[in-house]
């Protein structure tokens, strides 16, 4: 498979689907919910369906795995997961943080991922074992060594509730040990900052496959660490939670992260 070609067509994709979500940014009609505070508007699906066609065009026999209409009934061993819109609720509320993130798979096994953001067309790639690049460039992950000195980012997953005491005790702990941490509402655009050195670590739970799957090959080619919270490889669409790191701070983090037994 020539993976550059692959990459050209997912950045094809991604500008059409990005020129749907600028002319819909602030003019939202209607805001429907997939579950208490998961949400889904008409741009998301128009971004789905342009880049959807994009791809299909190019590959017809290829499977598609999109956070709005699923699995495709097509059965290959090549996969495209995306997510069209990467941010939701930041886009329905006008706040102007959100990305569209495209992924390609072999059995399953990430070869490339693009993550773009339409507001500023910062535009992240990467190709496995060629490292990662920001709007051409190579970039890497920074060279902070402690967590007091380091700027972290986390995200919120949908069903917070049911682990609501669990999270704000990571939180807490990472809150105290860190410089800063940030929340910017896009799991893709928080591994990209990892990547380029913006943020030194972040970590998340229960985030799909679509969130993960181009963010967490642009961090690992850029020199991040990525495993799940127990320090296991990160396995896209089988690993609940995800850890990404400049990898000088990972195990301070780990260990921040652990809960503590009940007594």
Known sequence: MDLEKVKRVGIAAAYQGAEILRSRFGRISRVDKK?????????DIGSEEKIVSVIQTAFPDHTILAEESGLSKMASEFKW?????????????????????????IKDDIRMGLVLNPVNSELFTA????????????????????????????????????????????????????QGIRRLG?????????????????????LKPWDTAAGSLIATEAGATVTD????????????????TNGRIHREVLSLLKLKERQ
Do not use: M
């Open 35 to 43: 579950g208490a505070i998961d949400l889904v508007t008409e741009a």
């Open 81 to 105: 997961l995306i997510d069209p819109l990467d941010g939701t609720t930041n886009f329905a509320h006008q706040v102007p943080i959100y990305t569209i993130s495209i992924a390609f798979a």
């Open 127 to 178: 190709i496995r074992g060629q490292g990662a690049h920001l709007n051409g460039s190579r970039i890497g992950v920074s060279s902070i060594n402690r967590a007091r000195d380091s700027l972290l980012v986390t995200g919120f997953p949908y069903d917070l509730q049911d682990y609501f005491d669990t999270i704000i005790q990571r939180y807490t702990k990472c809150l105290r040990a860190a």
């Open 186 to 206: 896009s799991a893709a655009l928080d591994l990209c900052y990892v990547a380029c050195g913006r943020f030194e670590g972040f970590w998340e739970q229960n």
């Open 229 to 244: 919270f127990s320090n296991q490889p990160f396995n896209n669409g089988i690993s609940k939670e995800i850890l990404a």
